[in-house]
């Protein structure tokens, strides 16, 4: 036995589960750890204008976005199950911090930069915690359409926030979209058109970049033209252009969060809407690369994997980090084959803080600006947008009004109103399930029942399949459908309900079933149910409905339902029927005595 399969032999699921990485281990060899390290280097580099960027966004200091791609990232990719996802530094949760934390201190200083840690540190308490409680399936609750929109308001709040440095405009800091629209329009006379050029140059570089070579690092051609050209205008004497200031040559400084009564009561609620928007980036991102790649994520150990890399990151002078878009995606196209890859990535990256930190002293403040232009562009999902409007008028309703919250409120709110319109959305639907008139099936040896069979309605037994839960929120709708059938039609008493489409009851739907079929019972009819599933039968069964609903009124499947229900009913009405719908019709009667051939009916002549 080689020592790999000795390895994998002697891995239990309490090991795999303390330790995550082991799951992975076996796959590392000199192939994969190549691919690895090629993919590091390529997301080392790409991460470099980006975490700048990005800390610019958050109201920290330059450095912070970088020191947010090491520390983190290294425990995510470890403590995490994505092969593919790299963790660090976002724009959704980089802007989220800038817009609640500035509230609070001044972006930058001391006071802010620890009230910001300490909100990473809490992010990552809760983010720990609803892992190790396997809730992981809460945030399936945020929808894409929620996503959609928070990130297409992040993206317009990022534009107009770089306003001011792209144009040149003096303008106060902390000013929300619609003022910093305003006062764009009445100050445009002030624009230092010097400043803009240079802003313009690195766009411009960038989306031509991007569209002719898109596999080359687009963010950091557009941050040299913008350099040069700035460089250039400074050279001949035209215009000083302002730049940011040269980052510090060192590694992640270790950091203590302010645990304080005061500090924790200030960020608590901003650290449960980070925890919220971080888990939806890293779990959809992570889904996304599986797909892909056909791996199965574990959302639970993603959840723990991201609370981890936020609480180490803490207290090494990184800010929230999640699952980042462009350089998952990037890591997966260029090759990575293990999280080893985010693992190089954040060492390389520490070699060139070192080497490079020194230079960002010659980066132009509006080439900057610039870049973001770029990244709020990227973060606005035009398609999607547009198929949203095109398929659903309720989730385009989602849509605008968390765009809308997120430029008008606080963007922890604009979070949660669009994760409550998501739950009351699913909630309306799931209350009211379909319920469609169905047949049996006319083929010859066919058990099942179809809404194609082109048979009109039995004037005694109708027969529905309902299609969903029969939950609390539903038993209404389901009781009101139901009760209908025999106040349109009183000769209805009997109802066969074809339950492949019921996969839920609860006890408030049992409760209903029970009485419905005590009702129709008192009418001289029944209720019926065909092809229960086990979980409902055994809660049927255990809460004593089953009683109440008749034993021999429930159908197994491939049982013909119709052909037991058929004597109950009434003979005289069967009798002047002239439909023969069922294939009992065609032979007797429901007593048992042979059916008379039909007569044409006479038609008097005038």
Sequence with gaps: MSIKDSFQAHLTPHLTRLLPFLRWWPRVNRVTVRSDAIAGAIGAVVVLPQGVAFATIAGMPPEYGLYAAIVPAIVAALFGSSWHLVSGPTTAISIVIYSTMSTLAEPGTQAYVELVLLA????????????????????????????????????????????????????????????????????????????????????????????????????????????????????????????????????????????????????????????????????????????????????????????????AGSFFSAYASSGSFNRSGLNYEAGAKTPLASVFAALMLMVILLVVAPLARYLPIPAMAGILFLVAWGLIDYRAMRTIIRTSRSETAVLAVTLVATLTAQLEFAIYVGVLLSLMLYLSRTSRPSIVDVKPDPGEHSYLFTTRSGLPDCPQLKIVRINGAIFFGAVDHVQGVLQSIDTDNPLQKHLLVDATGIHFVDVAGAEMLALEAKRRRRLGGGLYLYRVNNDVMKLLTRGGYLEDIGKDNIFPARSRAVGFIYPNLDVETCRTCPRQIFRECKTALPNGEPREPLRPIAVASS
């Design 120 to 311: 990473t540190f809490l992010t990552g308490v809760f983010q720990l915690a609803m892992g190790l409680g396997r809730l992981g399936v809460l945030v399936n609750f945020i929808s894409h359409t929620v996503v959609i929109g928070f990130t297409a308001g992040a993206g317009l709040l990022i534009a107009a926030s770089q306003i001011q440095h792209f144009f040149g405009i003096p303008m106060e800091r902390g000013m929300s979209f619609a003022e910093a629209i305003q006062a764009f329009i009445t100050r445009i006379e002030t624009a230092n058109w010097h400043v803009t050029a240079v802003g313009v140059v690195t766009l411009l570089v960038g989306i031509l970049v991007r569209l002719r070579y898109p596999k080359f690092p687009y963010m950091i051609a557009a941050m040299i033209a913008g350099s040069l050209f700035a460089g250039g205008l400074d050279f001949l004497t035209i215009q000083a252009i302002p730049t940011v200031t040269a980052l510090p040559a060192a590694l992640p400084q270790f950091s203590s969060p302010p645990f304080s009564l005061e500090a924790l009561r200030k960020t608590a609620s901003i650290a449960v809407a980070i925890t919220m928007l971080g888990l939806t980036e890293a779990a959809s991102i992570g889904r996304a690369l599986a797909l892909r790649s056909e791996q199965r994520i574990d959302g639970n150990q993603e959840f723990i994997g991201q609370g981890l890399a936020n609480i």
